[in-house]
Nanobody, 125 residues
Framework: QVELVESGGGSVQAGGSLRLACTTF????????FGWFRQHPGKEREGLAV??????????MYSDSVKGRFTISHGHAESTVYLQMNGLVPDDTAIYFC????????????????WGQGTQVTVSS
């Protein structure tokens, strides 16, 4: 059974940093695409960063809203994926989700087969 578990969320002041972790269980080595998404209340889920771990170095892609501030990476065993978030602003307040699957898209949740339950990030001004 596949399970993704996010951790590292919390409250931080504007300008601060957080590091989210997504620990995966039950995934086979075939799954090499991982992503981080977030969802503001009442809005659709927004793609932030994706990583394809099948290349060395891995291939990554970021949304314009987080490029230069957030960094996606994976652990040595590829069972954990991280999102380092720097320069946080109040608009980054949202629930953050990690995903795994066949997709390498930020624009759609289609083909992101597995999702975590989410972790809350709150940025105060």
């Amino acid at each position: 059974q596949v399970e993704l578990v996010e951790s590292g969320g919390g409250s931080v002041q504007a300008g601060g940093s957080l590091r989210l972790a997504c620990t995966t269980f039950g995934l086979t080595s075939i799954t090499k695409n991982f992503g981080w998404f977030r969802q503001h209340p009442g809005k659709e889920r927004e793609g932030l960063a994706v990583i394809f771990t099948g290349l060395s170095p891995p291939s990554t892609m970021y949304s314009d809203s987080v490029k230069g501030r957030f960094t996606i990476s994976h652990g040595h065993a590829e069972s954990t994926v991280y999102l380092q978030m720097n320069g946080l602003v109040p608009d980054d307040t949202a629930i953050y989700f990690c995903a795994a699957g066949k997709s390498f898209s930020l624009d759609s949740t289609f083909n992101w087969n597995y999702w975590g339950q989410g972790t809350q990030v709150t940025v105060s001004s």
